[in-house]
């Protein structure tokens, strides 16, 4: 971050103030009490515009009034609010904007919550001169299925086109016409769908954007509003619940600059449906039919007891950590098992290592950093608000932005560099970039290293992507963003090991700069740092090694289990090989579900216990960058819900193993006293912002965790080239990615269900035409045997002899493939 | 300095009680006598005039032309249309937190309001509102009125929560009206 | 030839005598419950109100409701009450008030027929003799129920009995003296000329207020003092003994009312022909009920030490005085 700003000293409304240099007028009359008020101001969407001219003060010397959002302070600035010249201009503002704004304040959504009726009532001349008929559009018309536009009630503050080409960047809102039918839409008025619109609801100034989820349904004074975390995906940004009549009616951003800079994503927006959807599971099943919780705690515990050390655990990303730190120590302590995993699982050794405090770039880093790769993910689909994070980060100017990814991402446009490998070159791609950068270091020190062309492998357009995105890339001051799904398959482990001697040659173990991994649970981070991770019990203590998620289907399949705990995971549906898994399940005698929902885990399952939803839950999370946030319960519980937590640690109790923990705040204790890094945390220094570990001094006390010696560089052999070497006519090398609305949320909230995607394979058009295939065409894509149905999109951005497909559709998953590399595809 | 309490400083410390004659002796006799008969005229005199007593329930105190009994909600005379249009802003102002309003989106095609909006449940709980008519006072569309029922006893507490369907009917109107001068 | 029980001005055949006592007992039953009524009735007016309008025509078939619901009733007896006695108590109240009744005269003989119960010569000392009766019956009563609010009540009311009987009975003899006879037939004929209330005024005063607490009724019904002792003497009984309670009260209105009309206001006189005779007492009767009604509905409870000065104090010598200036008047004359 920058340097310390010096302080002016100014004089508004009689009052010294002293401010930030460069500060604009209008927060620097707030440190006097000053209330200055301003329309289009809003400093989330970027530098001051001095559209709406509500904001006119009088300075001394200068003759004519000045727009305090565009005014810089100055020493000795003295400033009038007040004076005739300046109520009068006001006056005269907010006449103006009336003149055409229909009262329908009773009405309209947005009474009571209204800045303009604020103003009208705090500056406004009280009446108006304006007889005449008002201006009239056709209302409420559909803006997007999710978002209305009353066009009369606009007063053209350019907030939301604002939003749209500065922050979103998505450009499809527009000013169209000019004069008095000046409005707000979008060209040939196609609905504005992209992922983040939502968010003009929330900054629109009057009730000109409405959300069709809301309308009509609570007044502000009707309504309580309940802070907390959304788990909806990694970004964890922070919401505000609107609850009325225990019932979340909305989600409101609840601006954190440390973490979602206020934004939010239309997922995380409206994704509140599923909290009180008919069919959410609400009471305990044993054997499919409803029982008791006495009934199925005993039968839980019966049958766990017999499977004993023979037990899997498989939690999904939105279980909290004390959720998360009950069910290992459900599994380690009471039963013996060390089979305990998170869909975000990393080999022990370099989750330890990539968890490193000085290793860690936070959110805000981005914001300074002189260059950000981007590796191995798509923000947009896997972490959203990052993607507006780094469009930010390059539209102010400072950051450099390089993409290295298997499929096209949303910010390659915004790209210094792009470098795409193939699907599952993953590890050597980073190899290579890994010996690019320590080449470039050592030669730097004088030192000559290793050329990328050496890394063995036919790796030839991995060193020439390499070489250019190594050449963007500042040491010291980098963050590279990274997909934790690297780590998955064969070549995982080397994939980040290579990535972490890149992140050595970038120098990135300084303030300012760091690797960020973007993980595939909500939650994944925190998960493994209290300890469900196969090889390492809670703050990555050494413990018995024990069955990742492959061995524990194996193990499922060959009977070798017994039991399996999924907590908040279904991976039939959102894990490779989702036939595997279902096989698996089936095969296993005994199958225990936590669940929200029905579906097709939970169909396998013996027991299944109701889950509560984010919006009902206590505890804390960990974001990606290891800041620790609260979930505070906002709605009661629906039926006979009961907390995980609670189920569990009594659960624990009877298998004979008494965790004494009785509430979350003595959940968080016990985590704080067992995980090192986390000493001494409690709910209270969390509070409503958060608290990065990293930035703890008990952060200090594990700095041997960077420390842990050599780097194993896994070998790539168990990779398997002679497949991928050859690319024949019909055989290309298969990708998957979880693309955006592509999961359970959108199925389970019925406004958004309009966005689930329908499979579709992406080509690279050489490819197309070499197998004659068109944008549209339906195919099957088929591998050993098995095949999905999709539609072709060719993607000129693809790299040729790859296909992507989506992973955990509702129909045509494509995990339901086999995991192998090569598949055909055959026009049916 | 008091002569009868020398322990008093001041004499305004004396509080005096206003006594009633001595009883007894022929004085107090005739007094009594005379006093009795006063009152045995007194007496005599409500005889005379006649009973007071409004045989309530067939008959009823008149109420005047203000006066806040149990709610009414009102239509549009010409269109039949409902007038509230579910603002909440009498939710808002009751004092007692005693009416639940819950809007939702007209349909163009079947309106129950004029605008956009309207009230899919309007409740007023009367076991709460201490008829203080500031809901009347909020509407921006007079569509709430004070009425002038004020017989609203009931034998159970959900009985007392008035629907919206129950306070738009035509109350039948039981409370005669306060004349002018009356 | 029958045989009087006392010593008789005249006496009818013996299957008159018992007509004459059923028609007497049923007629002042039928009037008692109407009294009750009509006193609710009436104080309520003499407070603006209605009083009893619900049941039956302008509330009259109220006491029936009343009887009916008393009737209804659980009969029963606290443990701490003496069993015999608690039931004696009520029925020798009311045995008191119907035997009285039976010397007042509601006319002279018409066609061999005496219009009363019987024409005893001791006719006042008769009445005090079974009046003083119903003291036995408050004083059983309030000591059998095993109560100490009842007894308390019927302390009082034996203080207050034997306070205001000597008062009483000295305004009576004003009359007697003037009239020469015990017999209230020929008290009565002898106020052909004057009723006693004109020369006897002190006298009349002097009986209506020992009536009033006699009869235990207001500004005297410090037994009963709802307020204070919870109906005194009354308060362990229910039900048609509480009934009894009741009808003895306005009985012994009637009683006092009756004597007080036999020997101050002439009796069964009045103008227009003999059969009006009858009617004519009755009519005097309900005038000295209306008053004790009116006196109800005006004047406040009495304290007790007031109760007592007021009978020892005022009325014994004043009656006293009553007596001597009568005495010497008779004489004179």
Known sequence: MSAERSKVTLVVDGVEVTADDGAMLVDAAKEGDVEIPVFCYEPKLGGPVGACRMCL???????????????????????????????????????????????????????????????????????????????????????????????????????????????????????????????????????????????????????????????????????????????????????????????????????????????????????????????????????????????????????????????????????????????????????????????????????????????????????????????????????????????????????????????????????????????????????????????????????????????????????????????????????????????????????????????????????????????????????????????????????????????????????????????????????????????????????????????????????????????????????????????????????????????????????????????????????????????????????????????????????????????????????????????????????????????????????????????????????????????????????????????????????????????????????????????????? | MNEEFPYLKDAEEVVTVQRGPEPGGAKGAYRAFGETLRGLRTTMARLIEGPMTIQYPEEKTPVYPRFRGRHKLHRFEDTGLEKCVGCSLCAAACPADCIRVVAAENDPDDRVSPGERYAAVYEINLARCIFCGYCEVACPFDAITMGHEYELADYNRGDLIFTKEMLLAEPVERTPLRREGE | MITPVAEVGYAEATWILIAKSIVIFLGVFLIVPVLTVVERKLIGRFQHRYGPNRVGPVGMMQPLADILKLVGKQVFRPDAAVPLLYAIGPALVIFSGITTIAILPFGDVKDGVGFYGIDVSIGVLYFFAFGSLAFYGLLLSGWSSGSKYSFLGAMRSAAQLISYEVSMGLALLGAVMMAGSLSLVSIVEAQGEIWYVVPQFVGFLIFMIAGFAETNRAPFDLPEADAELVQGYQTEYGGSRFASFLLAEYLEMFVVSGIAAAFFLGGWMGPGPGWLDPIWMVTKIMALIFVFIWIRATLPRLRYDQLMSLGWKVLLPLATLNILVTAVLVVVT
């Open chain 1, 57 to 828: 003060v009088e300075i001394e010397g200068i003759p004519k009034l000045q727009t305090a959002c565009s005014t810089p302070v100055r020493d000795g600035m003295v400033v009038y609010t007040r004076t005739d010249r300046v109520i009068e201009s006001q006056s005269a503002v907010v006449e103006f904007l009336l003149v055409n704004h229909p009262l329908d304040c009773p009405v309209c959504d947005k009474g009571g919550e209204c800045p303009l009726q604020d103003i009208a009532m705090g500056w406004g001349p009280g009446r108006s001169r304006m007889t005449e008929p008002k201006r009239h559009f056709r209302k409420p018309m559909p803006l997007s299925p999710l978002v209305r536009i009353d066009r009369e009630r606009c007063i053209l503050c350019y907030r939301c086109v604002r939003f749209s080409q500065d922050v979103a960047e998505d450009e499809q809102l527009q000013l169209l016409e000019r004069g008095a039918s000046s409005h707000v839409g979008t060209f040939d008025d196609h609905p504005y769908i992209a992922p983040f619109h939502g968010n003009i609801i929330e900054l629109c100034p009057v009730g000109a954007l409405t959300a069709e989820a809301y309308r009509f349904r609570a007044r502000p004074w009707d309504i309580e509003d309940s802070g907390s975390v959304c788990t909806l995906c990694p970004s964890q940004c922070n919401v505000m619940f609107t609850v009325r009549d225990e019932h979340v009616q909305r989600v409101l951003a609840r601006d954190n600059d440390d973490v979602d800079a206020g934004w939010l994503c239309d997922k995380g927006r409206f994704g509140f449906q599923m909290i009180t959807s008919e069919e959410r599971i609400v009471e305990p099943r044993v054997g499919g039919s409803r029982a008791g919780w006495e009934a199925a705690l005993d039968a839980v515990a019966e049958r766990l007891r017999s499977a004993g050390e023979r037990t899997a655990a498989i939690v999904g990303g939105q279980t909290s950590n004390e959720e998360g730190y009950l069910i290992q120590r459900l599994l380690r302590g009471a039963l013996g098992s060390a089979n305990i995993t998170s869909v975000d699982e990393l080999e022990a050794g370099l989750a330890r290592r990539l968890a490193a405090p000085e290793l860690g770039a936070a959110v805000p880093d981005l914001d300074a950093a002189e260059s950000i790769l981007v590796v191995g993910t798509d923000p947009l689909n896997s972490i959203p608000i990052l993607d507006l994070r780094i469009r930010r980060a390059i539209r102010q100017g400072r950051a450099r932005l390089v993409v290295a990814s298997e499929r096209p991402t949303a910010l390659d446009g915004g790209a210094e560099e792009t470098a795409r490998y193939a699907p599952g070159d993953a590890a050597g791609f980073l190899a290579a970039l890994a010996a690019e950068l320590g080449n470039r270091r050592q030669a730097g020190a004088g030192t000559p290293g290793r050329a990328a062309d050496e890394v063995p492998g036919d790796g030839s357009d991995w060193a020439e992507g390499a070489r250019r995105i190594a050449g963007e890339l500042r040491p010291g001051k980098t963050v590279i963003v990274y997909g934790e799904r690297l780590g998955r398959g064969p070549g995982g482990d080397s994939a980040l090991a290579s990535l972490l001697e890149c992140a050595r040659a970038l120098d990135l173990a300084t303030a300012g700069a760091g690797v960020i991994g973007v993980p595939e649970g909500a939650n994944g981070r925190g998960l493994r740092e209290v300890g469900c991770l196969p090889g390492a019990g809670p703050g990555f203590a050494e413990a018995p090694a024990g069955r990742g998620l492959d061995r524990i289907k194996q193990g499922l399949l060959d009977g070798e289990l017994d039991a399996v705990v999924l907590v908040h995971a279904d991976p039939i549906r959102n894990l490779p090989d989702g036939p595997g898994w279902a096989e698996a399940l089936r095969r296993a005698r005994t199958v225990i579900a936590v669940s929200a929902f029905d579906d097709a885990s939970t169909e396998t399952a013996d027991i299944v216990f109701p889950a509560e939803s984010y919006a009902e839950k206590e505890g804390t999370v960990t974001h990606p960058d290891g800041r620790l946030q609260r979930l505070r319960p906002a709605v009661p519980h629906p039926g006979n819900v009961h907390p995980i937590w609670q189920v569990l640690a009594e659960l624990g109790a009877r298998l004979g193993h008494e965790t004494g923990i009785g509430s979350v705040p003595e959940a968080v204790a016990t985590i704080a006293a067992e995980v090192p890094f986390y000493a001494g945390i409690t709910p209270e220094e969390i509070g409503g912002r958060g608290v990065r570990w990293q930035e703890r001094p008990a952060a200090s006390a594990v700095a041997e965790l960077a420390a842990v010696p050599p780097e194993q560089r896994t070998s790539r052999t168990n990779l398997d080239r002679d497949d991928s070497g050859t690319l024949t006519a019909d055989r290309l090398r298969l990708g998957t990615y979880p693309a955006l609305w592509a999961d359970e949320i959108t199925d389970r909230n019925v406004a958004l269900r309009f966005l689930a995607p329908a499979q579709t394979v992406e080509l690279a058009p050489s490819d197309g035409e070499r197998l004659g295939l068109a944008s549209g065409d339906e195919v099957e894509v088929r591998s050993n045997g098995t095949g999905v149905r999709a539609r072709v999109a060719l993607n000129e951005r693809m790299r040729p002899g790859a296909v992507f497909l989506i992973e955990a559709t509702a129909a045509e998953n494509a995990n339901a493939l086999p995991a192998e590399l090569n598949v055909e595809v055959i026009k049916p």
